[in-house]
């Protein structure tokens, strides 16, 4: 059997780039040895993903919004950003015509678990626990497992993160530029409700944000740092640690009830040289890494999905692998993610500098930003996915199974 697509890595983009492309008349394989479809349990997990309205409409596409968790999903309606260097800080609220929340704030498993219960009604979706460890390039492109069997397929989505074995495999280079930061994720209970905003200061030695959770007191916290300062908050006891966070806050949200176990992970940029070599496409992680301190990574990856299912169109047309179908789908998200991670990087950047003048700058920057309600109404439209050269089910809420982009 030819399978017409075969996906490696069943994370969130995986696992919806099979939902969308099988409902697109696509047969489909998806590898993935370690596949947990366990509903989450107990406290929210560490990690979480701020979601925008935008990948909201692809996840109702492939029908994983309404299996969620609900129960876990925290929201936020407004954005208060403040700089530690200088008097600068931006509230945002929705954009005139909007309504619903600013985005959402989803636990990893929630999403994964939903995602796999909707593969599960799709017959056309063949789940294999096996990972890539090699392909041939040609037509059909031919797939070594790691149990030594073989699959032939004439599309094969690399979807399997940072480390991506199809990228590898595919020879296709990676530009990397580490921070030299690392982000801390806790979950915090504050001794005030949170009433719905998300938050984000910037300290000299990194961003940190607080993110809404289902409940009013509770917070997922990330905090991106310079690695010394990583170091001493993963080592340092909870009491230190309670007290630091609420100095970066500025004990906004009063005392901390509640202090979860802490994570953290190294923070770097990455952008691969393609996203298409043949009749093999990069998606998410596996083609671009970004700072979180815009909370746009797996948004970026989900819109990844959403312009693929767009630019090969239903199986019906005939489109498919095509050289010039794919070679519109890198076009346009190659620009798109480079752009954003230009914008992720520029702020990273701006607030990491320390001489006055550049602070006076930032700050009165800020303040006239947050004077001119029209550029700021573009901006979080922008950051909700909604504004741009966005795929069509994102605009529509549609199934996205629509003629291929020209």
């Given at each position: 059997m030819?399978?017409?697509?075969?996906?490696?890595?069943?994370?969130?983009?995986?696992?919806?780039?099979?939902?969308?492309?099988?409902?697109?008349?696509?047969?489909?394989?998806?590898?993935?040895?370690r596949?947990d479809?366990?509903?989450?349990?107990?406290?929210?997990?560490?990690?979480?993903y701020?979601?925008?309205?935008?990948?909201?409409?692809?996840?109702?596409?492939?029908?994983?919004?309404?299996?969620l968790?609900?129960?876990?999903v925290?929201?936020f309606?407004?954005?208060?950003?403040?700089?530690a260097?200088?008097?600068?800080?931006?509230?945002?609220?929705?954009?005139?015509?909007?309504?619903?929340?600013?985005?959402?704030i989803?636990?990893?498993q929630?999403l994964?678990?939903?995602?796999?219960?909707?593969?599960?009604?799709?017959?056309?979706?063949?789940?294999?626990?096996?990972?890539l460890?090699?392909?041939?390039?040609?037509?059909?492109?031919?797939?070594?497992?790691?149990?030594?069997?073989?699959?032939?397929t004439?599309l094969?989505?690399?979807?399997?993160?940072?480390?991506?074995?199809?990228?590898?495999?595919?020879?296709i280079?990676?530009?990397k530029?580490?921070?030299?930061?690392?982000a801390?994720?806790?979950?915090?209970?504050?001794?005030?409700?949170?009433?719905n905003?998300?938050?984000?200061?910037?300290?000299?030695?990194?961003?940190?944000?607080?993110l809404?959770?289902?409940?009013?007191?509770?917070?997922?916290?990330?905090?991106?740092c310079?690695?010394?300062?990583?170091?001493?908050?993963?080592?340092?006891?909870?009491?230190?640690?309670?007290?630091?966070?609420?100095?970066?806050?500025e004990?906004?949200?009063?005392?901390?009830?509640?202090?979860?176990?802490?994570?953290?992970?190294?923070?770097?940029?990455?952008?691969a040289?393609?996203?298409?070599?043949?009749?093999?496409?990069?998606?998410?992680?596996a083609?671009?890494?970004m700072?979180?301190?815009?909370?746009?990574g797996?948004?970026?990856?989900?819109?990844?999905?959403?312009?693929?299912?767009?630019?090969?169109g239903?199986?019906?047309?005939?489109?498919?692998?095509?050289?010039s179908?794919?070679?519109?789908?890198?076009?346009?998200r190659?620009?798109?993610?480079?752009?954003?991670?230009?914008?992720?990087?520029?702020?990273?950047?701006?607030?990491?500098?320390?001489?006055?003048?550049?602070?006076?700058?930032?700050?009165?920057?800020?303040?006239?930003?947050?004077?001119?309600?029209?550029?700021?109404?573009?901006?979080?439209?922008r950051?909700?996915?909604?504004?741009?050269d966005?795929?069509?089910?994102?605009?529509?809420?549609?199934?996205?199974?629509?003629?291929?982009?020209?």
């Open positions: 030819i399978f017409d697509i075969v996906i490696a890595g069943g994370g969130v983009v995986g696992l919806t780039a099979a939902a969308l492309l099988n409902d697109a008349g696509y047969s489909v394989c998806l590898l993935e040895p596949l479809r366990s509903r989450p349990q107990g406290e929210i997990g560490l990690r979480t701020a979601l925008t309205p935008a990948v909201r409409r692809i996840l109702e596409a492939a029908r994983a919004w309404a299996p968790d609900h129960s876990r925290g929201r309606d407004a954005m208060q950003v403040w700089d260097g200088s008097s600068g800080h931006l509230d945002f609220m929705p954009p005139p015509g909007h309504h619903g929340a600013m985005g959402y989803l636990e990893q929630n994964v678990a939903a995602l796999a219960e909707s593969l599960a009604t799709r017959p056309g979706v063949s789940l294999q626990a096996h990972a460890t090699g392909f041939e390039a040609g037509v059909p492109v031919v797939l070594a497992l790691d149990d030594g069997s073989r699959l032939r004439r094969l989505i690399g979807a399997d993160g940072a480390n991506s074995a199809v990228r590898k495999a595919a020879g280079e990676q530009t530029v580490p921070y030299r930061q690392s801390i994720l806790a979950n915090v209970a504050f001794a005030r409700g949170h009433g905003i998300a938050r984000q200061r910037f300290l000299d030695t990194g961003p940190i944000a607080a809404p959770l289902a409940a009013q007191r509770e917070c997922s916290i990330v905090w991106s310079n690695d010394e300062r990583a170091a001493e908050l993963m080592a340092c006891e909870d009491a230190y640690f309670i007290g630091a966070l609420r100095e970066a806050f004990d906004c949200l009063g005392g901390v009830t509640h202090l979860s176990a802490r994570a953290a992970f190294p923070l770097a940029r990455a952008q040289a393609q996203m298409v070599d043949g009749r093999c496409v990069l998606l998410g992680d083609a671009h890494l700072h979180p301190l815009a909370g746009q797996l948004n970026m990856g989900l819109m990844d999905v959403a312009a693929l299912v767009e630019c090969l239903p199986a019906t047309a005939g489109v498919g692998s095509s050289t179908a794919l070679r519109r789908f890198e076009r346009w190659k620009s798109e993610t480079l752009a954003m991670t230009a914008v992720t990087d520029g702020l990273h950047r701006l607030f990491q500098r320390n001489e006055n003048v550049v602070r006076q700058a930032r700050g009165a920057g800020m303040n006239a930003t947050q004077r001119l309600a029209p550029l700021k109404h573009w901006l979080i439209a950051a909700m996915g909604t504004a741009g966005v795929p069509r089910m994102v605009m529509s809420g549609a199934s996205g199974i629509s003629p291929p982009r020209s």
